[in-house]
């Protein structure tokens, strides 16, 4: 089973932060990229920020650079998406999966919910 469970999405107002979690389930993390996606209802699915498997390998969709940061912790097998100073556009279902961006691989979570409101 390979599977990818991300957790932390909450209901916060605007300007505030969340850190949002993303655990390896049946497989190690640490030599995959991994990506973190943003889902609004009617709307496709978009890449929000991917972290590589070397230290330093970072993406930020335009939309979120300066307020996300993507980090790892190995030990833990785990990738982490810091979300601050949120804005009620951020709001949607956010999903990890093995990939980046536009070219995401085939291992997905379920994703978890984040409520920013207006």
């Known amino acids: 089973q390979l599977q990818l469970v991300e957790s932390g999405g909450d209901l916060v107002q605007p300007g505030g932060s969340l850190r949002l979690s993303c655990v390896g389930s049946g497989f190690t993390l640490d030599t995959y990229t991994i990506g973190w996606f943003h889902q609004v209802p009617g709307k496709e699915r978009e890449g929000v920020s991917c972290?590589?498997?070397?230290?330093?390998?970072?993406y930020y969709a335009d939309s979120v650079k300066g307020r996300f940061t993507v980090s790892r912790d190995n030990a833990k097998n785990t990738v982490y998406l810091q979300m601050n100073s949120l804005k009620p556009e951020d709001t949607g279902v956010y999903y990890c999966a093995t990939g980046c961006s536009d070219y995401p691989g085939n291992i997905w979570g379920r994703g978890t919910q984040v409520t920013v409101s207006s």
């Open positions: 972290i590589g498997s070397s230290h330093g390998m970072t």
